[in-house]
Nanobody
Framework: VRLVESGGGLVQSGGSLRLSCAAS????????MGWFRQAPGKEREFVAA????????NYADSVKGRFTTSRDNAKNTLYLQMNSLKSEDTAVYYC????????????????????WGQGTQVTVSS
């Protein structure tokens, strides 16, 4: 599966952005998907996850209530709606495919994933 993120950019604190992740192939609906981010000098960290159908989601505490992930399996696309952005949200954002089931994975671990996009830069100015 090839993953391509888009939608990043520069936004003021308090603003919003919507990231997209387009997946190739016909099996997108077979995989749980997630979002991770990496700020300069920091390790890659979990942001959000969504199960195959989109009926269940999970978020890092730092983004809960501000970010929403969703998917459109007919369009092979994953989304991350980011509202009330803060300067600490500045990072490169990556979409990722999980290796196994949403319900058996340690969703916040990078090692639970096996396929990544190239990333999209999000910069929040204060």
């Amino acid at each position: 599966v090839r993953l391509v993120e888009s939608g990043g950019g520069l936004v003021q604190s308090g603003g919003s952005l919507r990231l997209s992740c387009a997946a190739s192939g016909r099996t997108f609906s077979s995989y749980a998907m997630g979002w991770f981010r990496q700020a300069p000098g920091k390790e890659r960290e979990f942001v959000a996850a969504i199960n195959r159908s989109g009926s269940s989601t999970n978020y890092a505490d730092s983004v809960k209530g501000r970010f929403t992930t969703s998917r459109d399996n007919a369009k092979n696309t994953l989304y991350l709606q980011m509202n009330s952005l803060k300067s600490e949200d500045t990072a490169v954002y990556y979409c990722a495919k999980y290796k196994g089931s949403y319900y058996s994975n340690a969703l916040n671990e990078v090692s639970s994933t096996d396929n990544w996009g190239q990333g999209t830069q999000v910069t929040v100015s204060s």
